[in-house]
Nanobody, 123 residues
Framework: QVQLVESGGGSVQAGGSLRLSCAVF????????MGWFRQALGKEREGVAG???????NYVDSVKGRFTISKDNAKNTLYLQMNSLKPEDTAMYYCAATYQRTAWGDHYGYNYWGQGTQVTVVS
């Protein structure tokens, strides 16, 4: 059973940085895609960044140039480096993995989810 455990959230001033980590346990082969999603109060869950098994990377337009997704296969850990944070980045952030061929940003296509970590950006 694949388990995902996020860490690294917190409260930060606008313009600041945070790095989220997602430790992955229990898988025997790499997922097709792993991603970071976020959900703000009263809003739909949205894909923030995704990285597939071939190393292909995608970002939602609103974070391009500010966020970087990466993974360390030796440590079975996925990261999201977030720079130049804005108040509109405030949300619960989730790590997710899928073994299905799905669009990277389609949260319905993901099989496994972490518990989430809160990111709050204050102005």
């Amino acid at each position: 059973q694949v388990q995902l455990v996020e860490s690294g959230g917190g409260s930060v001033q606008a313009g600041g940085s945070l790095r989220l980590s997602c430790a992955v346990f229990g898988y025997t082969y790499s997922p097709y895609c792993m991603g970071w999603f976020r959900q703000a109060l009263g809003k739909e869950r949205e894909g923030v960044a995704g990285i597939n098994m071939n190393g292909g990377i995608n970002y939602v337009d609103s974070v391009k140039g500010r966020f970087t997704i990466s993974k360390d296969n030796a440590k079975n850990t996925l990261y999201l480096q977030m720079n130049s944070l804005k108040p509109e980045d405030t949300a619960m952030y989730y790590c997710a993995a899928t073994y299905q061929r799905t669009a990277w940003g389609d949260h319905y296509g993901y099989n496994y989810w972490g518990q989430g970590t809160q990111v709050t950006v204050v102005s």
